[in-house]
């Protein structure tokens, strides 16, 4: 890296695509991952069979060691609240109490000095179980004479949210027609290629405990386990290594942590356990099992006017730790209307309790699921209309700003209509007509499918607390400190693990500094070493932790001017620090930052009592929020004979406001289109009419190879955020969320002959054929 | 729990002399009695490629073979790529055009690439994604990784 590039030779390290400062380490075999640490014991876990019955006795081999429940006195309940929408806290035992709930739950923990001898050991307990009847469909659990899951919910509804804009029933009377879409997203999981683990040792000497897990949020993982096992925060350290991928299924908290903590605590000694796949895949979290109906009041000419929408989700078997289970269905809620002008909305959104893995974010939380559904809504209403599926769109996006949803959201300036133009443009939508049509006449089947939509990205604490609850996350805090030597640490609360945030901050730290971004170390993911946050999720950290970044860095930036002025005997705004000079303008009179910096530490005398000693300035953020927006658009080629289907090419123009690393920001967007792709066409979790699961292994759950994602041509606008102070918006989910509805609107207009409609993800070849079939059948 | 058997490893050039079951996985065995743990563990049944290693020039799922079978033989792990400060061209590209995010697929796809490539050294567009399509990334939607190992094939034909 060298030092060129900086503030004062007129271009800025924001904005540059420079490598990241992470990789040197990761692609050497350096990284530090959870499970390269030694431990003196092993865990593994005995996990329910059965989706739910009454435990009898679980008894383990004479001579080893195992604990149950009945082990964990005055340990308590993981219990997250809300206090709106009618929520019933339900309390998860880090091990099961008398009752399991989902194949998967923990039972019992089983100790040994390796992690072989332990699974030996597991699957030598007697574990006795009175199965009783189990509910994994949330719409079966919704009907009467339904098992009920947990005593605290009646009719197994944990939450449900309504709302009604006044004159919804008034503007829903005079549509000229109402469109409808029966939506199904299946259940999925995350699929980090690292699964969970942790890792969890005593220090004899102090007696803390440091637990190492592949966390996305270590410090409220700190603050719940002292929580639950009832014991000063002081006396855990939490620490996130390297991560390898969370992408939401690592922000909730998992029992295994709490129960790793509690045994390092009772042996004194260190603990580790390392989730294998089948674990991960049948209980380390799901996401995006809905339903939803969802219909639209349209006028004569397509112009929508009211929505109405039934949203029924899956949560599983608990609600997860900190977000809920409210995180899918009041996401959905508030975020329905989309990128679309529509004020008259009505929503009833139920959380519902089953027999299946607890549900938890993943990637766009609802949101792939709530675009998969409106955008469908916008091909039928098109199809019905007669006119072109962009020709809506261009009807109904939002395109004043800021603009007010139904659901009192304030949306600002983004470019909904500009991408769908640019991408319109750039795929040529005529000479794919005729391609289609020339296909066609040959028994080749393609279809162009669009998506436009926006992410809310880069929220704080009053979006949270929208949803109340009890704990509310939001802002994020930074310490910015140079140190004698010159050198730059920051110390951030949020807790990157892949997103390239030790590259990007220390890029906004160096055009404040007038230094170059390698002399700057980001330190995170350590609860002794970081400041207190809410960590890496939501499409949040380069927003909010970065704006925190430039709050602190601005605050540095101010002392070293007022140190240079005193040295320099020259007015602070006539300075400019710059390739790691302090310089008067328009003089050749410099002093090296690295020397400033020394002398905030050693000739504090100097200063005659105006400057504080040290370097060290402290950013809080906690913004409303922005959104980024984008158009997707798929091409994709349908085997009717088959039912497979082969995305040919993926286009995106995309708005995510100012960027600050076009490299990271363009990987981002790849990933996430990779995992919309997945979840379009081939990811599934299927559980069989008893509740067990039946896609234990890679092998039945497929994440997507290399040879699913086709070429992904990316387009850019940059509308930078006035809700943002670094400019910039979020862009993590943005590629999962758009992916789906583009693939099966492109899959719909590939079949569209055969007058079939695919309104359900996964569109796996099964029920590609089966809508098929069924077309013949009628006709 | 059974007798141990005493195998010596060849992992990047030096001797690992080691006592495992005979159900030790190759990987586990890499990675806990020799201590080399920048080769990664995923699935464990052979799918997501994230244990690659190379074995007597051959990319392999150490998750897939046990430690006993590779007594003997010649291994090369990420640990080896890199002579001294100087990056395999593998390395040097996946930097270049960010063919990782998160890094913990990362060591089985350079193993991946760089056994085909020194096998295959005009590979085709076509068999190349065929071969990466052997190994799971979840972050980095293939796009970066398949334009890497391009760049470093061409960088390695030309040395």
Known sequence: MSAHGTRGSGMTWVGRAIRRLEDPALITGQGRFTADLPAAHWVRFVRSPVAAGKILSTIGPAGTMMITAADLDGVKRITPILHKFSYKPVGQPPLAEGVV?????????????????????????????????????????????APQVHPEAPGNVILEGKVKT??????????????????????????????????????????????????????????????VLGFPESELRVIAPDVGGGFGQKMSLASEYVVLVWLARKLKSSVGWIEDRRENLIAGFHSRDQYITLEGAFDKS?????????????????????????????????????????QQYQCLARGVITNTCTMAPYRGVSRPVITFTIERLMDKAAAAFGIDPVDIRRRNLIDRFPYKSAMG?????????????????????????????????????????????????????????????????????????????????????????????????????????????????????????APYGWGTFASRSLVISGGATLIAARKVRAKLLKIASHLLETAPDDIVLADGMAKVAG??????????????????HRFGGEIEPGLTETGHYDPPGTFSNACHVAIVAVDVETGHVKVEKFLVAEDAGRIINPMIADGQVHGGIAQGIGNALLEEIVYDENGGILTATLADYLPPTAHEIPDIELHHIETPSTNSITRAKGLGEGGTIGAPAAVINAINDALSPFGVQIDEIPATPQRIRAALRGAEKLA | MSAKTAITLTINGRDCAIAVEPRRTLADAIREDCGHTGTHIGCEHGICG??????????????????????????????????GDKLHPIQQAFMDHHGLQCGFCTPGFLMLAVGVLEREPNINDEDLLDVLSSNLCRCTGYQNIIKAVRAAAKEMRNR
């Open chain 1, 101 to 145: 709930r989902f194949t998967g739950e923990l039972v019992a923990a089983v100790v040994a000095t390796t992690a072989a001898d332990a699974e030996d050991i597991a699957e030598r307990v007697e574990l006795s179980i009175d199965e009783t009847v189990a509910v994994s469909d949330a719409r079966a659990a919704l009907k009467s004479g």
């Open chain 1, 166 to 227: 006044p004159d919804f029933d008034g503007v829903w009377g005079t549509a000229d027609k109402i469109i409808t879409v029966n939506a199904r997203s299946r259940r999925q999981n995350a699929t980090p290629i690292e699964p969970r683990g942790a890792h969890a040792s005593y220090d004899a000497a102090t007696g803390r405990i440091t637990l190492t897990c592949t966390t996305q949020m270590p410090h409220l993982t700190r603050t719940a386990i002292s929580d």
């Open chain 1, 302 to 342: 397509a112009k929508l006017l009211a929505l109405k929408t039934d949203i029924v989700s899956n949560i599983g078997a608990y609600s997860c730790f900190p977000t809920t289970c409210g995180v899918e269905p009041l996401m959905a809620m508030a975020e329905m209307p989309g990128p679309y002008d529509v």
């Open chain 1, 409 to 529: 959201l304030e949306y600002d300036e983004a470019t909904y209509k500009e991408t769908l133009e640019m991408a319109v443009k750039a795929i040529d939508v005529p000479a794919f007509r005729k391609r289609q049509k020339d296909g066609r006449a040959q028994g080749r089947h393609l279809g162009i499918g669009f998506a436009t939509f926006s992410e809310r990205t880069g929220y704080g604490s009053p979006a949270f607390a929208a949803r109340g609850m009890e704990i509310t996350p939001g802002w994020e805090t930074v310490i910015v400190t140079v140190d004698p030597s010159g050198f730059v640490e920051a110390r951030i609360g949020s807790s990157p693990h892949g997103q390239g945030l030790r590259t990007t901050l220390a890029q906004i730290i160096a055009d404040e500094l007038g230094i170059t971004p390698d002399m700057i170390k980001v330190v995170h993911g350590d609860t002794d070493r």
């Open chain 1, 587 to 604: 003089t050749d009179r410099t002093i090296p930052i690295a020397k400033l910096a020394r002398e905030a530490y050693t000739q504090t």
């Open chain 2, 50 to 83: 994230a244990c690659t290693v190379i074995v007597d020039d051959e990319p392999v799922r150490s998750c897939l073979m046990f430690a006993v079978q590779a007594n003997g033989r010649k291994i090369r792990t990420v640990e080896g790529l890199a002579t």
